[in-house]
């Protein structure tokens, strides 16, 4: 059967609805039609997807792939969970050895790194078998990525942490305006690492990651993660904020 779904939402290039029920392990089969005006596109080629759960009911946080063959994703609780990369592999619980929440997870370095409450640090190179590693911070840790040549990883009281292999830490300085506010997204290209937290806070920094601006981004809104798509940094946050540079 089939249905037509006017989208919630809709952008440049994309869209978002909520008309249909979706239940694990149920595949959904999507062709999509643009309409400006009068004028109607024709229909796209079919796509399809089959939606998994997990067997935990814990919020998960973050997810990561190694570019291979295995995702780790992360969340309150301690949860780690991973998988195969196909389609219909099962989402597998792991023992992380932690309590608290776990916030971050990102692939580099050819093993899985993970941060999260109380300064919390995790390496795997298979995603199955966890060692701690100590940040030096009881700060809670809210993300973390791969620079390409090390890692840094941002959370609360403005907290800034960087490593050239996951094992040993150093807090970086943060601007003085910055270290209240809770730092909840990290990204960077060959060049230059972005920052972003609540309160609007943007901070920059060379690819070192040990001097950092804070930039002026005209927004008070929380800013919740970043990322470089291969050409820009896009910003999202609260009450749909979106930016990009």
Known sequence: SSTQVVPTASGFEWVTHSGVDVVAGTALYYRVQA??????????????????????????????????????????????????????????????????????????NSEFLVVGAGGTVLRSADGTNWSPASSGLTADLEDVAWLGNGYIAVGKNGAILTSN?????????????????????????????????TNGTLLTSDISGVTWTEVDVGESNDLNDVTWDGSRFIVVGSRDTILTS
């Open 35 to 108: 309409v400006s005006g009068t004028l109607t596109s024709v229909l796209s080629d079919e796509v399809t997807g089959t939606p998994l759960e997990t067997d935990t009911q814990s919020q998960l946080n973050d997810v990561s792939w190694n570019g291979a063959n295995t995702l780790v994703a992360v969340g309150d609780a301690g949860v780690i969970r991973n998988k195969a990369s196909g389609i219909a592999d099962p989402w597998n619980p792991v023992s992380s050895g932690v309590v608290g929440s776990l916030a971050g997870v990102t692939w580099g």
């Open 165 to 197: 292999d996951g094992s040993s830490w150093t807090v970086q300085t943060t601007p003085p305006t910055a270290t209240t506010v809770t730092l909840e997204g990290v990204a960077s290209n060959s060049t230059t690492i972005v920052v972003v937290g």
